[in-house]
């Protein structure tokens, strides 16, 4: 057998162990589950040992498998780092991505620098999956992913990649032909939305200019994990809402949304690129991180309230 055959052969079996399933492993492959099966059992004839017990509702490995696991690791970093040595550091990435964005974000700033990246190099392909949610970076076989809002977890490498600013707006129907208030403390007795990803009982604004910074409580009227519903319900003059500027800048500047208190703002939310530690990456994932910690601030700069 090719020793390139061998290395699939491995790939895949780790890729089972990881995905923990071979369906699950068929589907991050592009594969199918017989195929995914025979590979295994290709693999287990060559070593001449059993590498899974499976049953109808669960799948283990044996000990001679385990120890096949850890030296796969092994083996396939160090490919991995042979190819990219011998092909150079110039040489074009070729292969598959798969990534998590924010369901906002990644249907609208994101798509640009996605785009660049897929033109300035075509021999890749990438999976947008879209959720809001930190992913399982090894059962879903998950390269990286695009996250809003700080990073709790200290097993992930996270790179700070762009702020997102958010300010507060409500419909001129809210205000029912009452001033623009200029104050945050203005805005304490008005009725409320809450995106609760990031505010859920109570609302923090600091001036932009002497970073003065005025606290009051809430009680929503509605609570919503949706950035686009958070826009949508303010629209309809349900109340006052907190939200990134880049989801309003149509809405401000036609007037259907007004900008509270304009000299301030809640805390920006930071932009994350987070992927597990590893001994090496593939070149098709150090290039995607380089191209996002160019491209991700400029999408955000660009995209500005008027």
């Known amino acids: ?19 923990g399933s071979l369906s699950a492993a068929a589907a991050q492959l592009g594969s199918t589950q017989p195929t995914v099966s025979r590979r295994l059992q290709q693999l287990e004839r060559m070593l001449g040992v059993r590498l899974l017990q499976r049953s109808t509702h669960r799948m283990a490995l044996t000990d001679d498998g385990s120890r096949c696991y850890e030296r796969a690791k092994d083996l396939l970093a160090g490919w991995q780092m042979l190819e990219s040595d011998v092909r150079g550091a110039d040489d074009l990435p070729s292969g598959h991505l798969r990534v998590v964005a924010p369901h906002a974000f990644g249907q ?15 021999r890749m392909t990438v999976e947008w ?14 390269d990286c992913a695009i996250r809003v809002g700080e990073i709790g977890d200290p097993s992930v490498i996270a790179l700070r990649l762009a702020e997102v600013p958010r300010i507060a707006v409500a419909s001129p129907a809210l205000l029912d032909g009452r001033p623009v208030p200029a104050h945050a403390s203005e805005l304490a007795d008005l009725p409320w939305l809450a995106l609760r990803t990031f505010y859920r009982d109570e609302v923090t604004l600091t001036h932009a200019e002497t970073g003065e910074a005025v606290t009051f409580p809430i009680r929503p009227r509605l609570s919503t994990d949706g950035l686009q519903a958070i826009r949508n319900a303010a629209l309809h003059g349900l109340g006052a809402a907190i939200a990134s500027e880049w989801a309003l800048v149509d809405d401000l500047a036609t007037g259907r949304l007004v900008h509270l208190a304009p000299d301030w703002q809640a805390a920006p939310l930071p932009v994350h690129l987070v992927y597990p530690p590893a001994r090496h990456q593939p070149a ?8 996002m ?14």
């Open 284 to 291: 098709r994932l150090r290039r995607f991180i380089d191209a």
């Open 1 to 19: 057998m090719a020793g390139s055959d061998r290395i699939a052969l491995l790939e895949t079996f780790v890729r089972i162990v990881e995905a």
């Open 108 to 122: 609208q700033q994101l798509i640009g620098p996605v785009a660049d990246y897929l033109q300035r190099y075509p």
């Open 293 to 306: 910690r160019v491209a991700v601030p400029i999408a955000f700069r660009t995209i500005r309230a008027p």
């Open 129 to 142: 999956l879209l959720h809001d949610r930190m992913p399982d970076f090894i059962g879903e076989g998950i």
